[in-house]
T-cell receptor, first 113, second 115 residues
Framework: EPEVTQTPSHQVTQMGQEVILRCVPI?????FYWYRQILGQKVEFLVS????????KSEIFDDQFSVERPDGSNFTLKIRSTKLEDSAMYFC???????????FGQGTRLTVV | AQKITQTQPGMFVQEKEAVTLDCTYD???????LFWYKQPSSGEMIFLIY??????QNATEGRYSLNFQKARKSANLVISASQLGDSAMYFC????????????FGTGTRLLVSP
């Protein structure tokens, strides 16, 4: 069964460093998303991406964040200068027509020290 | 703005019994979808069931069913014949079909199934 794949599963980084979280969405999907979940809290929307551009972003997704689809398969989230409060689980998701469920990757747990 | 409310932070159920997890939502859109996801302790988000706002029948997927009451704006998840492996966090989510259709999640309900 096709699945969304995220790497790495866990990343520890020092405050102020740049991190890139990687995702391979399901191959025929057109809509891509990043969400984050701070430990013990609800899942929050960060950004959606469609037709090679950002279609919507939340207030959390400030200038420190960027997304790219550098080739036909990968979808990345970059955090330029990490802060302690960026520590969270980051989920990538994809869906096909948008009117169906989004399939989530297994998540990347980011720990900023 | 869309909003999802899950009022039960935790629920307990005995194995083999049925349990209902509550979810209410708020939206001004006529066209939207409601979703339930399961998050086990390992952290991944597992899609369980989907209900479209225009679907007349309640959705069912195996032991999961969604009790959709549109006038009350509720979309409760019913798990029949609970199993120990059902112990997890359960999130209700909504997607409006205008815009680019992000999912908005509730705060979740932690379900514990006891033997």
């Amino acid at each position: 069964e096709p699945e969304v794949t995220q790497t790495p599963s866990h990343q520890v980084t020092q405050m102020g460093q740049e991190v890139i979280l990687r995702c391979v969405p399901i191959s025929n999907h057109l809509y891509f998303y990043w969400y984050r979940q701070i430990l013990g809290q609800k899942v929050e929307f960060l950004v959606s991406f469609y037709n090679n551009e950002i279609s919507e972003k939340s207030e959390i997704f400030d200038d420190q964040f960027s997304v790219e689809r550098p080739d036909g398969s990968n979808f990345t989230l970059k955090i330029r200068s990490t802060k302690l409060e960026d520590s969270a689980m980051y989920f990538c998701a994809s869906s096909d027509r948008g009117r169906t469920e989004a399939f989530f990757g297994q998540g990347t747990r980011l720990t900023v020290v | 703005a869309q909003k999802i409310t899950q009022t039960q932070p935790g629920m307990f159920v005995q194995e083999k019994e049925a349990v209902t997890l509550d979810c209410t939502y708020d939206t001004s859109d006529q066209s939207y979808g409601l979703f339930w996801y399961k998050q086990p302790s390992s952290g991944e988000m597992i899609f369980l069931i989907y209900q479209g706002s225009y679907d007349e029948q309640n959705a069912t997927e195996g032991r999961y069913s969604l009790n959709f009451q549109k006038a009350r704006k509720s979309a409760n998840l019913v798990i029949s014949a609970s199993q120990l492996g059902d112990s997890a966090m359960y999130f209700c989510a909504m997607r409006e079909y205008t815009g680019f259709q992000k999912l908005v999640f509730g705060t979740g309900t932690r379900l514990l199934v006891s033997p």
